[in-house]
């Protein structure tokens, strides 16, 4: 080792982990709904409170629903398993009503099979973390699913042929019916019309829509169906490129 260089020193490991707490700090403070009968998933509830947020735990799913459906929250941070309903039930319940769909899900559970996580994210799930995980990547993607949307400066309301979306108010029309979506398909959907006509690889849908996080190339397919579903007589609008990624196309094209 030269004299320039030196180890890495206690103080210096200490200043890292500084920066990195004074970065999760800044987070916006939300109602957090931690919904799991698992003590380690369960343990989340502390780190979550430190960080500012208010943390509503439940160990019954059916429990949770019934308060979200009458309170509302900011981030449900949702377990597979549960005692007295699967997980991916509450996530259809709660895209399923008007007034829960747009809530983030983040599901941190100890099944962590490829189907599972495939699964969640086609019923709406906005992210997924398996078992065993570190506390402080939790505490990273809430805090970028809870992260303010950016105005556009562009104009608010961006139209394809049937298709309008208003990035101020996150709704969305086709044929000037309404339709719902949750966070990400929105996302995924504004993604895809602000850079009409370009192919967006899968690898930069992932660094738009769900900020980097390592969810794999088969969550943003899964989310191209389901959004497309949705869609009805505009879903052909969302154009598949083969072994690259997808593109919104003009509906002359």
Excluded at 130 to 150: G, M, N, T
Aim: proline letters at 4%; a negative charge; charged letters at 30%.
């Amino acid at each position: 080792m030269s004299e320039h260089e030196r180890e890495p020193t206690a103080s210096d490991e200490a200043g890292e982990e500084t920066a990195e707490e004074a970065a999760l700090s800044l987070e916006p403070k939300a109602r957090v709904v931690l919904i799991t009968n698992d003590d380690t998933v369960g343990s989340l509830e502390a780190p979550l409170r430190d960080v500012g947020h208010k943390v509503s735990l439940f160990r019954e799913g059916r429990l949770a629903l019934a308060a979200l459906k009458t309170t509302g929250a900011d981030l449900v941070v949702l377990d597979l398993v549960l005692p007295d309903v699967q997980g991916l039930e509450i996530c259809r319940a709660l895209r399923g009503d008007r007034a829960t769909r747009g809530i983030p899900i983040l599901v941190v559970t100890s099944r962590s099979e490829e189907m599972e996580r495939v699964i969640a994210f086609e019923v709406g799930v906005d992210d997924f973390v398996a078992a065993p995980f570190s506390v402080r990547e939790v505490l990273l993607r809430v805090r970028v699913l809870l992260r303010p949307r950016p105005v556009a400066r562009a104009a608010a309301v961006l139209s394809v042929g049937a298709l309008s979306l208003d990035a101020r108010s996150h709704r969305v029309w086709v044929d000037k019916e309404e339709v719902t979506l949750s966070v990400r398909e929105f996302r995924l959907l504004e993604a895809l019309m602000t850079r009409r006509d370009r192919v967006l690889p899968r690898q930069a849908l992932l660094e738009i829509v769900w900020g980097g996080a390592d969810v794999g190339a088969r969550s943003v397919d899964a989310y191209v169906t389901r959004l497309r579903r949705k869609l009805g007589a505009a879903r052909d609008y969302v154009e598949t490129v083969s072994s690259v990624g997808y593109r919104l196309k003009s509906p002359t094209d």
